[in-house]
């Protein structure tokens, strides 16, 4: 069961990794990053029935952290939209020098 | 009251040293001797700064310092004066004294006082310490008596110069270091008046700075001294890698235990100094500044360039003397450099025209005697020359300054551009400078070695050492003492010969100044002549401190009738007795015979007799040529174009030293400097740059590059940590 879930959950991680790497909509990549974390979690709570109620707690942080980041986010991409009416990353590398 | 406090510090300096026989040695201010100078020097300097302050004022208003103004001459102009030549005289009077306490006593070992500690490292420890002996005593009278005539005679000379309180500092700053270099205890401190002299030297060569070719003259003279201070350096190290010291009386003391007879360790030591010597003494082959450095005032170069500076050479030889008697190679260097350097500069001095460079050239040639005489052991004998060319050629010098003085006061009063050095352009000044005129045949007889001048008995006894050292019963290189002797002979000719040749050429025959120039030529003032006059009384009769016991008895010493006898050698004994003894010891006695046989007396006589000869025979052939001023004059040809350009040494050391030095300092400079350093360091900067651009590539700006690094990243991280 344990070993069934991590495999899911990694199956999942990567996934989400080559969404954040290969697609270009902001949209979509937020929505891997969000795999990625529901992948994380999916691991917490399945390993929780080997060491204990610890990793069930964290999944608790980890979704409090999503939901705000997830506010913080959607909020700049539309911010971003608005100014330059698509969300395309490829169009936004002012993220250099 | 700053006189007196400043004494009592100086008597209470420690003494050291031992004295015997009867009463001991005191000595009186010895610091003060070295003190007064300095004194003066900072008086002068701190007028010649006011003076220069108000010459910049007055241009900057518009005109310039007016000397003989309505409001009469600025005390910055007029305390020199006194200044100047008083430190000198009083510094003479305290040594006067000291000499004449020395004379009561017999004194075997230096009196050494030390003030204080000057350098405390390690085991290296020198202290500010003068040593009064018998040697140093001989040096204090020259340099302060000779010094103090020359002070007065510039008085006279420089008076209208504008920088006349500069002049005087310079001259003062000079005095110290010479006697801080003939009174140091150490070879240390000697080296501090060494370079000191040298510098002041260097300062006064280019003392009319604004002349280009003067100031050249001044850095020629410091950097080909340069080369021989290296030599001094290195001796140094050497003396004090073996005995860990450099004060005299340990080294001297120590010297023949510590060193082997003619070892590999004292022969580079010898040579090393004798290095040095070469480049202060004006030696082959560092001779070649020396006449460059007749580019300072005539005064100067009868103070420095010929009577005191240029003989420390000498007087560090014979300070060195126990060291040069165990080395036999640095002994024979020293006489064979000091011959060759007598004939070599004679023959130079027949064909010039300028009365400065003849007198220069007859000065290195001077010298090489007396590195004869110091090489060939006769310490004394060196010493002796030292002190009578003093005389003579600080009065041939001045001499020459008074007519030029006469010669370039005519010449400015017609405007005329004829220089007032070529001897050309004189000729008959008898008529119009007759002390002059005087004085310099006594010095020129001085020096040709007429007897009873002092030239006779000091040149002559040098002569007759060098041929007798050669007879040693276990001389190291016989033959080359004979040719050192047959040198030292023929440069006598040749000195004989060019010095009536330069008389005749100023004072006699017709006067090529022009009439109205002639007009104008003028006995030099009392404060010059009477210096002159002092000068010619020494040379006359300066000769008879010194006379070698066998003239002394004959008629050439009036049978015993001139007062002193060999003084001079008795004097020194104590100082150079060691070197005496080990010379003995391995050399055995000195022939009593010249090479070619006859006695000292009988070659006495034939000297004499040979530079009379010369002297006439130079008369009539000078006399008889008709020469022209040196604007109409005819260049030399032949032989005699070679001896006026000075055998080409000058062209010759520029192809082979100052070319190729210049080149390779090209190549240091562009190729080496330019290219292989600033392109390592550019290089280094490229690089960087490089690198640079290369990491900005894969800063794209984009979150998925980012992202796809980062993911890289933690993939090889993971793979370390796993496998």
Redesign the interface.
């Known amino acids: 069961m344990v070993v069934a879930s991590m495999i899911l959950s990694a199956l999942l991680f990567v996934v989400g990794t080559l969404g954040v790497l290969i697609r270009r909509n902001a949209i979509i990549m937020f929505l891997s990053i969000e795999l990625q974390l529901n992948a994380v979690n999916l691991a917490f709570v399945a390993l929780s029935r080997v060491w204990g109620i610890e990793g069930q707690i964290f999944v608790f942080f980890v979704m409090t952290v999503a939901a705000a980041e997830a506010a913080v986010g959607l909020a700049i991409i539309i911010s971003i939209f608005r100014h330059y009416e698509t969300v395309n990353v490829n169009n936004f590398n002012l993220l250099k020098w | 009251m700053l006189l007196t406090g400043g004494t009592a510090a100086l008597q209470a300096g420690t003494e050291a040293g031992s004295q015997s026989g009867a009463g001991a040695f005191v000595p009186f201010l010895p610091g003060l001797v070295v003190l007064l100078p300095l004194i003066g020097f900072v008086i002068n300097g701190v007028l010649a700064l006011l003076h220069a302050r108000a010459s910049a004022v007055a241009v900057r208003n518009g005109g310039e310092l007016d000397l003989d103004g309505p409001g009469g001459r600025p005390l910055t102009h007029t305390l020199p004066t006194w200044v100047g030549p008083g430190v000198v005289g009083l510094a003479f009077l305290i040594t006067l004294v000291n000499f004449v306490r020395m004379l009561g006593v017999h004194l075997e070992e230096p009196v050494v006082r030390t003030y204080w500690t000057w350098i405390d490292t390690g085991t290296f420890h020198v202290a500010a310490a003068l040593q009064l002996d018998q040697l140093s005593m001989v040096m204090m009278l020259v340099v302060t008596g000779v010094s103090f005539l020359i002070h007065v005679f510039s008085v006279g000379y420089m008076g209208d110069d504008p920088a006349y309180p500069r002049y005087f500092a310079y001259l003062n700053l000079f005095v110290f270091f010479m006697l801080t270099l003939v009174m140091a205890s150490s070879y240390a401190l000697m080296f501090v008046g060494w370079e000191g002299v040298g510098l002041c030297s260097y300062l006064l060569i280019g003392f009319w700075f604004t002349d280009r070719e003067k100031a050249d003259a001044g850095k020629k003279a410091f950097v080909v001294n340069r080369i021989g201070d290296f030599g001094f350096l290195v001796a140094m190290f050497l003396l004090f890698s073996r005995f860990h010291t450099l004060d005299f009386v340990p080294v001297f003391h120590g010297a023949a235990a510590g060193l082997a007879y003619g070892g590999g360790l004292i022969t580079a030591i010898t040579l090393f100094f004798f290095l040095g010597a070469t480049g202060k003494s004006a030696q082959i082959p560092l001779y070649i500044w020396l006449p460059d450095a007749m580019a300072g005032p005539t005064p100067v170069s009868a103070l420095i360039h010929a009577a005191t500076m240029v003989t420390a050479g000498v007087y560090m030889v014979a300070r060195s003397s126990v060291l040069y008697a165990l080395s036999p190679v640095g002994s024979a260097t020293v006489a064979g450099v000091g011959a060759l350097t007598a004939f070599f500069a004679a023959t130079i001095a027949l064909k010039q025209y300028d009365i400065k460079k003849v007198l220069a050239y007859s000065t290195v040639s001077q010298l090489g005697y007396m590195f004869v005489g110091v090489g060939v052991g006769a310490y004394a004998a060196g010493i002796f020359h030292l002190m009578t060319h003093a005389f003579f050629k600080g009065l041939l010098f001045l001499g020459a300054g008074a007519i030029i003085h006469s010669m370039h006061h005519a010449l400015h009063h017609t405007h005329s551009h004829a220089d007032a050095q070529d001897m050309r352009n004189m000729g008959g000044l008898r008529k119009y400078m007759p002390i002059t005129w005087i004085v310099m045949w006594v010095a020129t007889l001085a020096i040709s070695g007429v007897w009873p001048f002092a030239g006779f008995f000091s040149k002559d006894e040098i002569i007759w050492q060098a041929g007798a050292f050669g007879g040693a019963a276990h001389a190291p290189y016989p033959r080359l003492y004979t040719f050192y002797w047959i040198l030292a002979l023929a440069a006598a000719l040749l000195t004989a010969f060019y010095m009536t040749r330069l008389m005749v050429m100023t004072f006699h025959g017709p006067n090529r100044t022009g009439t109205e120039e002639s007009r104008h030529l003028r006995e030099t003032p009392a404060v010059m002549w009477i210096p002159l006059v002092t000068l010619a009384a020494l040379s006359l009769f300066g000769g008879w401190i010194n006379v070698p016991e066998k003239l002394h008895q004959s008629f050439l010493g009036l049978f015993g009738a001139l007062p002193m006898g060999e003084w001079m050698h008795h004097w020194l004994e104590p100082v150079t007795a060691a070197a005496q003894q080990i010379q003995a010891t391995h050399l055995g006695a000195v022939s009593e015979s010249a090479p070619f046989g006859g006695g000292e007396v009988l070659w006495g006589v034939v000297s004499f007799l040979l530079a009379v000869a010369v002297i006439a025979f130079a008369w009539r052939m000078v006399g008889s040529r008709k020469y022209v001023p040196a604007e109409e004059s005819p260049a030399d040809t032949g032989f005699a174009r070679v001896l006026n350009r000075k055998w080409y040494v000058d062209e010759l050391y520029d192809t082979i030293v100052v070319r190729p030095l210049k080149s390779t300092s090209r190549f240091c400079w562009k190729v080496i400097d330019a290219g292989v350093i600033d392109g390592i360091v550019n290089g280094l900067g490229y690089l960087a740059r490089g690198l640079g651009w290369f990491g900005?590539l894969f800063?794209?700006?984009?979150?998925?590059t980012?992202?796809?690094i980062l993911?890289l990243g933690v993939l090889v991280i993971l793979g370390v940590v796993i496998f």
Do not use: D, E, F
């Open positions: 900005s800063q794209t700006g984009t979150v998925n980012y992202a796809l993911s």
